[in-house]
């Protein structure tokens, strides 16, 4: 009797011990989720159509009221044509606001682009985003602009060497021309 | 040699020296176009096409040259973000007109953005046939 008392009491501890385990890897899954910046584009098509003229800028960078903006407009996408056949469109269209920085919140910097967006606002630049503006605030025009090697803010890869697996930490900058980022 | 072992001789080297052969896109699609061309498609009056400027509505030039440099041989970079564009003449990148959908679809926006309307048949054949002819 003794025994049996014995095991089931190592029985519930040794359930107990792995559902515990269970719940804090659920929330070191959450925590990996919320400090990973934006979730890295797979998407063959998003890579393809809207890669072939620029980067193809991770979903997380803008709220799903953008991209719908944005896919509406494609004939005159800041000025260049890039429209799509309707059912490509319609294709890119979902996987956008499936992923955008509102829908799926659990990244870092989507959570800070959406904390700092009025909700009146509709903005189609992710460059003209408060938090992004923020963010590069100190940087000088001669190391972006006048540097042919950079031109724009929008050239997210020729600085933040991780842009395409949805990095951008400061220490993965490096400036051509210039190098890393000092204080 | 037999007439016929020529024939054969013959088509093997066509097939050697003409990139456009390996696929039959590009041919299928001027056929289509052919029907609504004045003229046959030739490759000078495509070449003169891409180096000619259009202008813009605020009066700068814009042309097929702009993005994909006056040597469609050799990459090109977009005129706006600067990302670099592969060659477009089959000859050096055999990926290019592999497809027509993104025949249709480059040919479609480019057209609006450098002549301001879309190309006519006679145009999109020209091009392609002086694309091909390189």
Not at chain 1, 159 to 181: D, N, T, V, W, Y
Not at chain 2, 55 to 61: E, F, L, V
Not at chain 2, 114 to 122: I, K, S, V, Y
């Given at each position: 009797?003794?025994?049996w008392?014995?095991m ?12 515990k ?85 659990n ?23 408060a ?36 990095s ?16 | ?10 088509s ?94 480059w ?28």
């Amino acid at each position: 009797m003794k025994r049996w008392i014995i095991m089931g009491m190592g029985l519930v501890v040794v359930l107990t011990l792995g559902w515990k385990m269970q719940v804090s890897m659920a929330d070191e899954d959450d925590y990996w989720e919320r400090t990973r910046d934006v979730a890295a584009v797979e998407n063959p098509v998003y890579k393809q159509e809207c890669g072939s003229c620029h980067m193809a800028y991770p979903p997380g960078l803008l709220p799903a009221r953008s991209w719908e903006k944005m896919m509406a407009g494609l004939e005159d996408h800041f000025g260049e044509n890039a429209e799509l056949d309707a059912t490509t469109a319609t294709e890119l269209t979902r996987f956008l606001l499936d992923n955008s920085a509102d829908v799926v919140p659990n990244y870092r910097r989507s959570r800070k682009i959406t904390r700092e967006l009025p909700n009146e606002s509709t903005p189609l630049r992710i460059t003209e985003l408060a938090y992004f503006r923020h963010e590069h605030r100190e940087i000088p025009d001669r190391l972006i602009t006048a540097n042919p090697d950079v031109g724009s803010l929008s050239n997210c890869n020729a600085c933040h060497q991780k842009a395409e697996f949805g990095s951008f930490s400061e220490r993965e900058i490096r400036i051509p021309g210039h190098g890393k980022l000092d204080d | 040699m037999k007439p016929n072992n020529q024939i054969i001789v013959t088509s093997i080297l066509l097939a050697l020296i003409t990139p456009a052969l390996a696929n039959d896109v590009v041919p299928k699609l001027l056929q289509g176009y052919r029907s609504q061309a004045a003229q046959p498609f030739s490759a000078e009056a495509g070449h003169q096409l891409w180096i000619k400027p259009f202008a813009d509505a605020s009066g700068d030039k814009r042309s097929c040259t702009s993005c994909h440099t006056s040597d469609p041989k050799q990459a090109g970079k977009h005129a706006r973000t600067g990302k670099r564009i592969e060659p477009l003449a089959p000859s050096v990148n055999p990926e290019r007109f592999t497809q027509e959908r993104e025949i249709q679809k480059w040919l479609t926006r480019n057209c609006k953005w450098t002549l301001g309307r879309e190309c006519t048949a006679q145009e999109k054949g020209d091009v392609l046939t002086y694309l091909n002819s390189l």
